[in-house]
């Protein structure tokens, strides 16, 4: 299970592997309180994404990536345009 040191290759690494396979792919949050660690996991069964932080400023950008793939999650149609606004 490769551990992602860096935001950004984390976010390309996961948005691949949805785009890849829509219906196979989930995403769990955990935080863990006695160790102040927030971690981000994107699996297929296959392939498994693993993110982890501890500092307050990365929840943002979790939270902000995680509605981001649950709007492609609801959509009609998978759209990468839409991973890509920012």
Partial sequence: MPHYQTWE???RAAEKLY???PMKVR????YRH???NLCIKVTD???C???RTDQAQD???IEKFHSQL???MVAKESRSAAMETD
């Fill in 9 to 11: 290759e984390f976010t």
């Fill in 19 to 21: 785009l890849a396979d």
């Fill in 27 to 30: 995403v769990v949050l955990k």
């Fill in 34 to 36: 006695c160790d102040g």
């Fill in 45 to 47: 069964d296959v392939a």
């Fill in 49 to 51: 994404l693993l993110y």
């Fill in 59 to 61: 929840v943002k950008k």
């Fill in 70 to 72: 649950m709007r492609l």
